[in-house]
Each structure stands twice: as structure tokens, then as C-alpha cells.
């Protein structure tokens, strides 16, 4: 059977992808952080995936305001580039497995996650930051990606709690598949930080190493945590570490913490990341 092996927690900071395609990762602003994401990528490498479930949140690329799903599951084949602004990054296209996500919708709706199919959207940072981070920058992916948004953009966001509870929801769904895959489960985004308003540029270290530590230790701790907290402790964007559970729980009630790094600045915000492997 397909089996979830593994997950990795990692922030998804644009400036981090520009930094990688305008040849800046060499400067020495850039050095401490790439350089903390080699043994990262080592695993990866070791690891070789045949799936990556991608965790991430749409910045207004894919969805705009007129339609914005809570959770929306990529079924295409493949997933083109988003251009945000600047022009779409120089990264391959990310291609999907249909069937699987398929089989994943089934399995998940049926479970009363209600889960919106989406069968054609382009990809931004928010998946191909962390892709970058863990595989470098080939000529082509890997492996296969499935994209799973998560609306943290638009008030009311998923609690930890939900998104907890649908990583156990999927860790279920990818064991029925019949099909020897090894998975890996990304959960992306923040951690601690806030792009707008007076507070623009908060950094909270004492959240963000807790909240690690939480995600090794006691993860009954976070899905605790209001979302609230989020904002008034860690930024108004910190409400992204909720995905970060959906890759915990997905993991089931064991792991194992194989790598840790975290760095302050990239950009405007705190950058974390965390591989854990499920243990039976």
C-alpha cells in the first residue's frame, strides 16, 4: 500500500525563491539560510519520494476573492507556474497524479471533509518555494506533487484543530491506495511574521521554537491553539503554521525528528523548517 513516510514543516518565503532564480543565494545575507537547508535537501535526496503532498496557500493566484475554498485538492495532471507579478519562476512544471487525488477526494469526502476538486490552477510560491528548498532546482521534478490550498488568506481560516484532524483524514485515505508509494506530506508556510500595519515586520522566537518543539513533542498542545493566538503572538500571517498540523497529523502518533533549522530574517520573517518520519 501507498504509506505516508514522512513530513517536512518549512516556511515558503517568496524572497527566498528570488533569491534562488536571480543567483543571489551566494551573498551573504543568503548564505545562512541555504546553507541551513542542505541537510534538509540531503535527506531529500535519500529520501526519493514517488508523491509529495504539497500543503501550501494560494496568494491570490490561482483563486481570487470571488470564489475561495477552504480546502481545494489539485486532480489535474499537471499544475503550470503562476506569474505573480515579476513573471512565473524559472521552475518546472509540477506534474500531479490525478488518480490519487481522485481516490483522496472519495476518501475524504466520505469522511465529512468537504473538499473542493480542483481540476485546472496555476501554482505560486506557496508551493514552489519549499519544492525549491528540498529539491533544488532540476530540470524536472522528482516526483509527483498533489496540491492541497488552505485558505489563510480570507477570515475565517481553518483552525489547527481541522486541519489536524483532515491530516489524519488523509494518512487514512493514501493507506487505502493499493499502490507501493512512499509519501511525503509538506506543510508550509510562516512561521512567525506580519507584512502589513504597525507591526509589520514582528518576529516571535519564543513562539516559533515552542511550536517546533510542539510539533515533535505534543502537537495535542497546538491543536489548542485559537487562531487568535496566532495573530496576536506571532503576526497577523502566522495563522500559517495551521497547515504545518495538517502535515503532523498526518504522520500519526509517533515521529521521529531527524532535522531542525531555524533563521532570522529572510525578507521580513522568520524561516523554519522540521522533518519528521512517522515510526509504527
Known amino acids: 500500500m501507498a504509506k505516508i513516510i514522512a513530513g517536512v514543516g518549512t516556511s515558503h518565503t517568496p524572497a527566498i525563491g528570488a533569491a534562488i532564480d536571480n543567483g543571489k543565494a551566494g551573498e551573504p545575507y543568503w548564505v545562512p539560510l541555504f546553507k541551513g537547508y542542505e541537510p534538509a535537501k540531503k535527506w ?166 515552542a511550536f517546533l518543539d510542539g510539533l515533535s513533542n505534543d502537537p495535542e498542545r497546538l491543536v489548542k491553539i485559537p487562531p487568535l493566538e496566532y495573530l496576536r503572538d506571532a503576526g497577523a500571517e502566522a495563522i500559517e503554521l495551521v497547515m504545518w498540523l495538517m502535515m503532523r497529523g498526518a504522520l500519526g502518533d509517533k515521529v521521529e525528528e531527524v532535522y531542525r533549522f531555524y533563521h532570522v530574517p529572510a525578507s521580513s520573517t522568520a524561516v523554519g523548517t522540521i522533518i519528521l518520519e512517522a515510526r509504527p
Open 44 to 209: 531529500m535526496a535519500e529520501t526519493k519520494p514517488d508523491v509529495v503532498i504539497m500543503v501550501y496557500n494560494d496568494h491570490v493566484n490561482a483563486f481570487d476573492f470571488k470564489i475561495i475554498p477552504t480546502f481545494g485538492l489539485g486532480c489535474a495532471e499537471e499544475f503550470k507556474i503562476a506569474d505573480e507579478g515579476w513573471g512565473a519562476r524559472p521552475v518546472p512544471v509540477v506534474k500531479g497524479y490525478p488518480e490519487l487525488a481522485s481516490h483522496m477526494i472519495q476518501s475524504l469526502v466520505l469522511d465529512e471533509f468537504d473538499m473542493t476538486i480542483v481540476n485546472e490552477m496555476q501554482v505560486d510560491h506557496g508551493l514552489t518555494t519549499p519544492m525549491s528548498l528540498l529539491f533544488g532546482q532540476p530540470k524536472a521534478w522528482p516526483c509527483r506533487v498533489i496540491p492541497l490550498a488552505v485558505n489563510v488568506i480570507q477570515y475565517p481560516a481553518p483552525t489547527g484543530n481541522r486541519c489536524y484532524m483532515l491530516g489524519k483524514a488523509i494518512k487514512k485515505a493514501v493507506e487505502a491506495w493499493d499502490e507501493d508509494l512512499k509519501v511525503v506530506i509538506f506543510g508550509t508556510g510562516g512561521m512567525s511574521h506580519q507584512i502589513q500595519g504597525p507591526r509589520a515586520g514582528l518576529v516571535n522566537s519564543k513562539f516559533d521554537k
